[in-house]
């Protein structure tokens, strides 16, 4: 059975792969689909080779993640507005998700009919999740302005297809969305609010951004001088911030049987994901947390091996767009598989640095994590920060305890203001220390260097990467969970 599920979950990876840069038509995945009901035939009526059956198990996985994707891409045009591209036009709409408020603009997701389109708004007047608006502007199709970033495919998984800059907007109604979603959407603005009332900026930009994923007014530099040294993945709500949340869950019921931990760990995912807005990044993430949650409690890599592949598979299956492209995607399903299976023999190896402050898990998530996803970062980006070890380790021991006082500070401002004063303050200056750390080391000269691999050099890594994880899994030891108390770095 294990076999089967290999072969099926690779042949209908590969369909989608290929059918993401080559279409053909729909009869491309029905000739694949006569090959192997024509195989199947063969094997019954002249042979007994069980090889046959896994043959023809590919042909029709390769169609199915084909036909997957040809229908994902059934509604990628709308008549009216390819008539009207470069012109002005008016029409009504639905803001379907959070606003992402950026220094100079506001990008809303407005909803018309069956397809989305990305619209770049003034600050103000403000238009939140729900609210119905009159548009008038020009439309244009998005256009790819890097040969290393395809940013028209990258919104297209989104089911956005068109662009329009600084329309006119006018309120029409409000509430059309889902009232769950608009009650959240709503906690976290306030929650928000609630911090930047007593903690100055950047510091409850940088909060926003650990606790509930918000890059607001944190600005272009700062964000730039984060991802400069490596550190970008705090405030972006990946994996990470999710694992600790969960994590510490945990251990404050560890007192309680393994089962309940785990099962207390999973509502904490739950609950978390749906309070920062369950959005298509944060529910990836939080299932990628999952899985480093059972490794964690299991320690059994071969079945989170297993589990780790059907996640990535049904997330596949949801939105064949996202393997290719979507990095965030690819780089929680590759930090995974790092952290899996490269943090045991890394914490084994690095026994010599104190447990104290979480030193050697930070240490230990760090490299097995960033040694996995460099090739794909250099292969995408071309970029590697050479201080990104340095400031993970003095920045990451102290993420979770500023995460904490974070939420006490937003939490408490629900019931009023000095209520958060006793939590804010700590807060503060912990905010405080992490953009110090990242403003010293990201005026160091060459913090980070160019430094551009081509695909063929990034696929060759990572067979010497298949080699290594097939030589650690053929160790038949049955690894203890005490190998993976290790924070995720995702």
């Known amino acids: 059975m294990h076999k089967i599920f290999t072969v099926f979950l690779v042949g209908f990876i590969f369909g989608t792969f290929i059918r993401s840069f080559l279409n053909f038509g729909p009869a491309f995945a029905g000739f694949f689909a006569l090959v192997g009901v024509a195989l199947i035939i063969t094997h019954f009526l002249y042979g007994k080779e069980k090889i046959i059956i896994f043959i023809s198990l590919i042909f029709f996985s390769v169609s199915l993640g084909i036909f ?74 998005p256009d790819n302005f890097s040969d ?185 399903f590759l930090a995974t598989v790092g952290l899996i299976y490269f943090s045991p023999p890394f914490e084994r190896k690095l026994k010599f640095i104190p447990e104290g402050w979480n030193l050697r898990e930070v240490t230990t998530a760090t490299l097995s994590t960033q040694v996995f996803v460099l090739p794909f970062l250099l292969y995408k980006m071309g970029e590697i920060s050479i201080v990104s070890l340095p400031v993970n380790l003095l920045i990451l021991i102290f993420v979770p305890v500023t995460m904490l006082f974070g939420f006490l500070t937003g939490l408490l401002g629900f019931f009023g203001t000095i209520f958060s004063v006793p939590f804010a303050w700590p807060a503060y200056f912990l905010l405080a220390y992490d953009l110090k750390v990242v403003d010293i080391f990201s005026s160091i000269p060459f913090a980070s260097v160019n430094l551009k691999v081509p695909l063929w050099i990034m696929s060759l890594i990572y067979v010497i990467y298949a080699v290594i994880i097939l030589k650690l899994n053929s160790d038949k030891r049955v690894l203890k969970a005490s190998d993976f108390d290790i924070i995720d770095d995702i």
Do not use: C
């Not at 297993?306 to 299956?317: E, K, R, S, Y």
């Open 68 to 141: 997957r994707y040809d229908i994902s891409a059934n509604n990628e045009e709308s008549i009216f507005f390819e008539e009207n591209i470069g012109k002005t036009v008016s029409f009504k709409g639905v803001v379907v998700d959070e606003p992402d408020q950026r220094e100079d603009y506001t990008r809303l997701v407005v909803k018309v009919g069956d397809i989305n389109i990305l619209v770049y708004h003034e600050h103000y007047p403000e238009f939140n999740y729900g609210d119905e608006a009159e548009i008038k502007g020009k439309v244009k199709r």
């Open 148 to 332: 290393d970033f395809n940013w028209p495919l990258y919104l297209a998984k989104d089911n956005i297809f068109y662009e329009i800059f600084y329309p006119k907007m006018e309120l029409v109604s409000t509430g059309n969305g889902f009232w769950l979603k608009d009650g959240l959407f709503a906690v976290k603005k306030r929650f928000l609010q609630n911090v930047s009332q007593i903690i100055p900026s950047p510091h409850s930009a940088l909060l926003g951004g650990l606790v509930v994923g918000s890059k607001e007014a944190m600005g272009k530099e700062l964000l730039d001088d984060f991802r400069k040294v490596g550190i970008i993945h705090i405030v972006v709500l990946s994996g990470y911030n999710v694992t600790i949340v969960v994590l510490a869950m945990m251990r404050i019921f560890s007192f309680l049987p393994q089962v309940f931990g785990i099962a207390l760990g999973s509502v904490g995912i739950i609950l978390f994901a749906l309070l920062t807005g369950a959005s298509a990044t944060i529910v990836r993430a939080s299932i990628m947390a999952f899985i480093v949650v059972l490794a964690k409690a299991t320690g059994r890599i071969h079945s989170i091996t297993i589990a780790l592949f059907v996640a990535g598979f049904l997330m596949v299956f949801h939105n064949p767009k996202i393997l290719v492209f979507d990095p965030s995607f690819q780089l929680s």
